[in-house]
Each structure stands twice: as structure tokens, then as C-alpha cells.
């Protein structure tokens, strides 16, 4: 069983279109999943769970559409923070922060602190995250920090990126048919197991999850040794 299980939630559009519905639809679907996974994912015994949920890029989308899937997000912490509270999930945010809108920049805040002391499965959203941008910012910091470049190792790096305090990803799944990462945990992938799937993210139920988890049992894995 992998501790930590990193997803690429794709094909929400595909999904709404392939139904002729709106893309806000689809991505509200979409959202509606995540519980489903999680509870999911935890009855595995999966400790860790990431999910990429807005990337650097997606603010080329059409403003309307990245202003309803701001809005669906702040929706969704305020509604399901208090569950996944009692439900001993502790919640972290990878990415950016600033360049969210207030509300949403206060509801994540409050979910974090809400539940910073549990620890049955703790879940992280990407939300304005970029697997670049996340390595430049971790430089950045230890520029400020006058950091020894002698002294500078892979461990004394990763303590600066915004996944310290979780493992590394032993499985990252994708969603939609697409075989690509898009920029999504690339330091922390060096030694992830790949799963791809063709099934929308929207579908992808107790059964998909199963079938990953499956696929991911049958791998061998050396490191590299």
C-alpha cells in the first residue's frame, strides 16, 4: 500500500461535454469526487494524499471560468472543513496563497489551523501550484538565507519547498487518458510509480481507486539500487 498518493484531477470538462452540460458543471462534479476519494483512499490506509487542483497555469483560462472555480473552492472548504476535522484529516495547501482571492485566502487559512493537529490522513490541495515555480521559490529562500552552498544537500533543499513534512509520492495517478505530470510535484517525483487512467475525473470512484491501487501493489520497486 503507498503512504502517499499524488493525483491529477483531469477531464471535468470532458466529462460536462461529453453530457452537454456547462463547464461549470463539470467542475463541479468534479469537486463533488473529492470526498468520495478521500474517504475512500483512507479506508486504504493511505496515509497521504495529494491532489492538483489549479496549476500556474490554469489563470489562462477564461476569467469566468477561473472565477467560478475560486468560487466552488472557497464553497467547498467552508462546507467540508468541519467534517474532515472530525474525521481526523488534517488539511494543507501547497502553491501560492497571495494571488488568491480574500475570501478564499481566509478559508484555506482557517481549514489549516482548524485541523493542523490531526492525524489520520492529512490532504493536501495544489491550488495555484507549479512544480517550477515551487523549485525557483525554494531557491529564492535560501539566497535570503545566505545559505552555505557547501553545506546545501537534496534533504537541506526539500525543507524549503512547500511539501516539507510530507514523503515523497509513491504513486501518482492521472485521470482523463493523459500521460503527462503538467508540471505537478516534479522534485518530489524522482521515484514516484505512474498510473494512468482514461477514466474522467468526475468518474473516477471506489473501483477506479482500487484498480490504481492494484496496479501500484503488482509494481517492483528498487530506488534506482
Same mark, same amino acid.
Given at each position: 500500500m503507498p503512504t502517499h498518493v499524488a493525483i491529477i484531477m483531469d477531464g471535468n470538462v470532458r466529462w460536462a461535454e461529453k453530457r452537454h452540460l456547462s463547464r461549470l458543471k463539470g467542475h463541479r462534479a468534479g469537486t463533488e469526487n473529492i470526498? =468520495?476519494?478521500?474517504? /475512500?483512499?483512507?479506508?486504504?490506509?493511505?496515509?497521504?494524499? /495529494?491532489?492538483? &487542483?489549479?496549476?500556474?497555469?490554469?489563470?489562462? =483560462?477564461? =476569467? %469566468?471560468?477561473?472565477?467560478?472555480?475560486m468560487q466552488i473552492l472557497a464553497s467547498v472548504i467552508g462546507r467540508e472543513t468541519k467534517e474532515m476535522h472530525q474525521r481526523g484529516i488534517r488539511l494543507r495547501h501547497l502553491g501560492r496563497l497571495d494571488r488568491l482571492p480574500?475570501? *478564499?485566502?481566509?478559508?484555506?487559512?482557517?481549514s489549516i489551523e482548524l485541523t493542523r493537529n490531526n492525524d489520520r490522513m492529512t490532504l493536501s490541495v495544489a491550488f495555484d501550484y507549479g512544480g517550477r515555480a515551487e523549485i525557483v521559490e525554494a531557491a529564492r529562500r535560501l539566497l535570503h538565507e545566505n545559505a552555505d552552498p557547501d553545506a546545501l544537500d537534496e534533504e537541506a533543499f526539500g525543507r524549503? *519547498?512547500?511539501t516539507d513534512g510530507l514523503?515523497? #509520492?509513491?504513486?501518482?495517478?492521472? /485521470? +482523463?487518458g493523459e500521460m503527462r505530470l %503538467?508540471? $505537478? !510535484?516534479?522534485?518530489?517525483? &524522482?521515484?514516484?510509480?505512474? @498510473? $494512468? /487512467? #482514461?477514466? @474522467?475525473? #468526475?468518474d473516477f470512484d471506489a473501483e477506479e481507486v482500487r484498480k490504481? !491501487?492494484? +496496479? $501500484? %501493489?503488482? =509494481?517492483a520497486r528498487n530506488f534506482g539500487a
Open positions: 470526498r =468520495r476519494v478521500v474517504e /475512500t483512499f483512507g479506508q486504504s490506509g493511505v496515509k497521504y494524499l /495529494t491532489l492538483y &487542483a489549479f496549476s500556474t497555469e490554469n489563470w489562462q =483560462r477564461p =476569467r %469566468s471560468e477561473v472565477k467560478e472555480l480574500g475570501r *478564499l485566502q481566509e478559508e484555506v487559512a482557517k524549503h *519547498l512547500y514523503p515523497d #509520492p509513491d504513486l501518482i495517478i492521472r /485521470t +482523463a %503538467s508540471n $505537478f !510535484l516534479l522534485w518530489q517525483s &524522482a521515484y514516484s510509480e505512474y @498510473y $494512468f /487512467t #482514461p477514466v @474522467y475525473w #468526475p490504481a !491501487l492494484l +496496479a $501500484f %501493489s503488482q =509494481r
